[in-house]
């Protein structure tokens, strides 16, 4: 069972940036990792997900050019980059993986717990 647990959320002032980590550990044979958030009232949105090469990436358009996925193999580990936070990016932060080898995966196979994040105008 693989487990993933987020890290970085916080407190941040709109204009901020935040790092969000999502460490895996496990039987971490993982293809993509992906982040999802959700926003008080609203479904689960799809943000970026990233192969396992650490090349291949796929972005929400909604968030293209303020945020940058990234991971560490050697870590086991992938972040997420925030950069130009607003107020609407208030939301619990969600990182998932998955074994299948396509890209971008069909489904996600696990999940963490979350990290809020909360921007303040």
């Known amino acids: 069972q693989v487990k993933l647990v987020e890290s970085g959320g916080g407190l941040v002032q709109a204009g901020g940036s935040l790092r969000l980590s999502c460490a895996a550990s496990?039987?971490?044979?993982?293809?993509?990792m992906g982040w999802f958030r959700r926003a008080p009232g609203q479904d689960r949105e799809f943000l970026a997900a990233?192969?396992?090469?650490?090349?291949?990436?796929d972005y929400a358009d909604s968030i293209k050019g303020r945020f940058t996925i990234s991971r560490s193999n050697a870590m086991n580990t992938a972040y997420l980059q925030i950069n130009s936070l607003k107020p609407e990016d208030t939301a619990i932060y969600y990182c998932a993986s998955s074994r299948n080898l396509g890209f971008p995966p069909p489904s996600y196979a696990y999940w963490g717990q979350g990290t809020q994040v909360t921007v303040s105008s």
């Open positions: 496990g039987p971490t044979l993982i293809y993509t």
């Open positions: 990233i192969g396992r090469d650490t090349v291949t990436t």
